[in-house]
């Protein structure tokens, strides 16, 4: 969806990531909505970023990573939690592997229900170490700005590879 940039007060740390990915010149982020993550897929409504919807999660990583090898700038996932970031993992090794430069974005349970594993609450940061550059969760909203920077730089700088916030 192409829309008008707007300069807009953020009101969620959804319009931070947003703000960031715009910041990182993305055009497009492939991916699949999910309540984890349905306040970034509004905030993207109000940017310049077209959303991309794909019918699973593995391609939108294949996708993104398409982006990056015609590009040399990251391809851009966005994925729920639990099976939405677990069904990456294919798409992330094999970009981080080929050198195609892809952040993909996962959402998450609230830090308070981890321990409870409650109803897709995964580690994902474990999950996704092995095979890219980078692999973070963000513990606070005021961090976001930096640790998608981060990403960003880690997925497109040296050999490019995948990284997952």
């Not at 990531?17 to 109000?46: H, N, R």
């Not at 592997?97 to 996962?106: C, F, M, N, T």
């Amino acid at each position: 969806m192409d829309n008008q940039h707007q300069p807009r007060q953020w009101a969620h740390g959804a319009d931070l990531i947003v703000s960031q990915l715009e910041a990182q010149g993305v055009q497009q982020v492939f991916g699949i909505p999910g309540a984890k993550i349905d306040k970034v897929f509004d905030s993207l409504l109000d940017s310049s970023i077209r959303i991309i919807p794909v019918r699973h999660e593995a391609n939108a990583a294949f996708m993104a990573a398409a982006v990056g090898r015609i590009t040399g700038k990251a391809g851009v996932a966005l994925v729920t939690s639990g099976p939405g970031c677990s069904n990456l993992i294919t798409g992330m090794a094999t970009a981080n592997s080929e050198g195609d430069p892809v952040v993909a974005l996962g959402g998450a349970v609230k830090r308070a229900d981890k321990a409870k594993q409650v109803h897709q609450s995964m580690d994902t940061v474990a999950m996704f170490s092995p095979v890219t550059k980078y692999s973070v969760e963000v513990t606070a909203a005021e961090a976001l700005a930096e640790v998608v920077s981060n990403a960003f730089r880690a997925a497109e700088q040296g050999r490019p590879g995948s990284a997952f916030v």
